[in-house]
């Protein structure tokens, strides 16, 4: 393991095409979320969202992906790292990955939404998770985007919210 997390930085300075410096920084992202060493994986994520914003791409198309996958990979990493939930919703809330949901991923509206409520800290963004549901409602939806956010919020209003919240700490989900 000592081997592969100074790999990346000795192999950066040897290849000039950024191409195999993402996928060397993709397979290091890889390896730390497979092994659960969830605080080198932060790092590569935070590393790899960088690159994946300053890098120019063949095509948009392709940038979209890989904002889509940076995504999905977060989510095992960040829902098992203390204050992830915080970083979920502060990646998934830039404008350039919150256009990335809404083109090509808008299941991970269900994430984002849990992570919202079950994040007492963070109710602060819960109008406009609801605003992009309802923006995505026509092409998806499911019991957590339509049923846990909106209803709680409107129908039931905060209090009950905070009782929900209470008993997912109960179960430990947040």
């Known amino acids: 393991m ?9 192999y950066k300075p ?3 095409i950024s191409e195999r410096n993402m996928s060397v920084q993709w397979g290091k992202l890889a390896a730390d979320t497979l092994t659960q060493n ?3 994986a932060t790092e590569d994520l935070l590393r ?3 690159s994946l914003d300053n890098q120019s791409f063949a095509t948009p198309l392709m940038q979209l992906q ?13 829902w098992n790292t203390e204050n992830g939930k915080n970083a979920l919703i502060d990646l998934f809330l830039q404008p350039a990955y919150m256009s990335a949901i809404q083109i090509n991923a808008q299941h991970l509206l269900r994430y984002l939404a849990a992570a919202v409520v079950v994040n007492r800290k ?4 819960l109008r406009e998770l609801i605003k992009v549901i309802q923006q995505e409602s026509y092409e998806y939806s499911d019991p957590i985007t339509q049923v846990r956010v909106q209803v709680l919020w409107r129908v ?8 929900i ?6 179960f430990e989900l947040c």
């Open 2 to 10: 000592l081997l592969l997390r100074g790999l990346p930085q000795a």
């Open 14 to 16: 040897l290849c000039t």
């Open 38 to 40: 969830y605080d080198a």
């Open 48 to 50: 790899l969202r960088e």
């Open 66 to 78: 890989q904002r889509t996958w940076l995504m999905h990979w977060s989510l095992h990493v960040f």
């Open 122 to 125: 963070r109710r602060n963004v």
């Open 156 to 163: 039931c209003g905060a209090v009950w919210l905070a009782m």
């Open 165 to 170: 919240t209470a008993g997912c700490r109960e």
